[in-house]
């Protein structure tokens, strides 16, 4: 069940609370963000959460606690967890090929010859895949028509499948590191496997356990939904059908209705929406040990770097799990967070952070793109976090 937001012990945590409001506060009048919600657990207790700011601007609609988000990559450690209780139960192994339920799923290596994806590759991001949102316009992936999983309204999944498989890898699998749409291909071996649409898997999987509601790949009440919005000057921009947010890597192409289309694909990087307190239920689950959706070895192992160091050449001391990043030189990294901190976020403007050494876990979900994933708001907001630690 979704942990209890009433227990919270504000004058034990006062200066913790008055500095991540201090960190909100700013970031809403400098109009960074337009508004969020977020919630900061301690060994398993709500220490302090707030709403903040508007939900929908333009209707003037204030943020609420249980307001929905569509989550975009967080999405990702939902699914993850999904496939490893797959793992637990002998029908997926870590080893297997992608081709053993996908069997046309075959990208080649640049020079033409066969790879071998196995899903450990897709679990770490190591396959060789890629995303459109890390290239240039023109550049195969953008050319070839394939969705990050964000566009596209109604495209079926095996038409995206087919699109991947028909650019050439990045890399040999398991030789490099890049943040791909492995989740997504891993989202197309759990529908092979149980016979059922991701939506029906992971609802049987990870929200039904929990006794989640609100966190599914579709919205179940729209008027809760918060409204998508983008960086802009002198304020945020609401995103149109299609939007086009320039990122550090390349353009990132949104189409915010595309959750309320029945026939797009369920993709496993980023089509779900939810609330801030479910997802601090998942990540709780995993900071506790599992339980009851999988075993504390598992999640040991999943919290443990998994990608044979590849990442650190792009992210210092930062390595990567099943589902999140792993830090494991905070010093290389410069961040606050003490060495096996998880994190990660969504592109719609959300980030997270378990840190199993303070038994923290804080969730921060925004409806700004990409300031509350990105932005001065995550690092103000960890650095206020630690400062009243």
């Known amino acids: 069940m979704s942990l209890p937001l009433e227990k919270a012990d504000t004058n034990r945590h006062s200066s913790l609370g008055a500095a991540v409001d201090a960190a909100i506060t700013n970031a809403l009048d400098e109009k960074r963000l337009v508004g969020a919600v977020v919630v900061v657990a301690r060994d398993g207790e709500i220490v302090h959460r707030r709403a903040a700011g508007l939900a929908d601007r333009e209707k003037g609609l204030a943020m609420r606690e249980d307001t929905i988000f569509r989550l975009a990559s967080i999405t990702k450690p939902i699914v993850t967890i999904a496939a490893m209780r797959l793992v637990e139960e002998g029908r997926i192994g870590l080893d297997d090929t992608v081709t053993r339920w996908l069997p046309d799923f075959r990208p080649r290596l640049p020079d033409g010859s066969d790879a071998t994806i196995r899903i450990r590759h897709l679990l770490t991001h190591t396959s ?10 023109g550049g195969p992936y953008i050319s070839a028509g394939i969705s990050d999983g964000l566009d596209q309204p109604g495209l079926p999944l095996a038409e995206n499948l087919r699109r991947i498989a028909s650019v050439p890898l990045r890399f040999a699998p398991g030789s490099d590191w890049q943040y791909s ?30 006794g989640i509601a609100d966190t599914a790949f579709s919205v179940l009440d729209r008027s809760r939904l918060a409204a998508a919005y983008m960086n802009a000057s002198p304020e945020p921009a609401l995103m149109g059908e299609d939007a086009v947010v320039m990122s550090l890597i390349g353009p990132i192409r949104f189409a915010p209705n595309r959750i309320f289309d029945p026939a797009s694909y369920h993709s496993g990087g980023a089509g779900m929406a939810g609330t ?54 905070p010093a290389e990294a410069g961040v606050p967070f003490p060495a096996g901190t998880l994190k990660w976020g969504g592109v719609y403007g959300h980030s997270w952070f378990i840190d199993p050494v303070n038994g923290l876990t804080v969730v921060a979900l925004t409806n700004t793109t990409l300031e509350g994933m990105w932005g001065k708001f995550t690092v103000d907001l960890r650095e206020a976090i630690y400062a009243a630690l």
Do not use: C
């Open 128 to 137: 060789g895949l890629g995303y459109s949102f890390s290239e240039e316009d």
């Open 181 to 210: 749409l492995a989740i997504d291909v891993l989202g197309g071996i759990i529908e092979a496997e149980t016979g059922r649409p991701l939506n029906e898997s992971v609802a049987e999987l990870v929200t039904g356990p929990l």
């Open 276 to 329: 801030a307190s479910d997802v601090l239920t998942i990540l709780e689950t995993i900071r506790k040990g599992g339980a009851p959706l999988l075993s504390s070895e598992t999640v040991r192992m999943m919290m443990t770097d998994q990608a044979g160091g590849h990442r650190q050449q792009y992210e210092p001391g930062s390595g990567f799990g099943f589902g999140w990043s792993v830090i494991t030189d």
